[in-house]
């Protein structure tokens, strides 16, 4: 890509923001250069938003008929799959899936809460408090 195709469409999702891309100059070096997002990307970008949120809400009727620990809820609240949060917390996925049974969930230690905490941004105690509505 040239430096003067690089994409200037001011996205929402970038929030004012500018993304670094490589391009090349009229001598075809390579140079970065600053764009403010693609028309595209936005759309992409807000459709996992929304698949993330609609999971969400779906996660939280779960957690709320029982059949799910609120570690379930708060992950894709938080914008994660299980991928992610096993990443983020070093956490093998299987164990994370057993964790998201609530028998098993109220039983963790508070070691193992803090390490989910710590990755989700909140506090042990937020973690097992549900919001009154999502």
Known sequence: MEQNEVPQDNI??????????????????????????????????????????????DAYTKVGSGSKSPLFFYMYDRRMDLQVLSESTGIYKWRIKRHFNPSVFWKLSSKMLDRYGNALGMTAEELCRMPEQK
């Open 12 to 57: 929402r999702t970038y929030a004012n923001n500018k993304k670094a891309m490589y391009a090349t100059d009229s001598a075809g070096n390579y140079d970065v250069i600053a764009s403010s997002g693609w028309k595209i990307e936005e759309e992409a970008t807000m459709q996992a938003v929304q698949e993330l949120e609609r999971l969400a809400k």
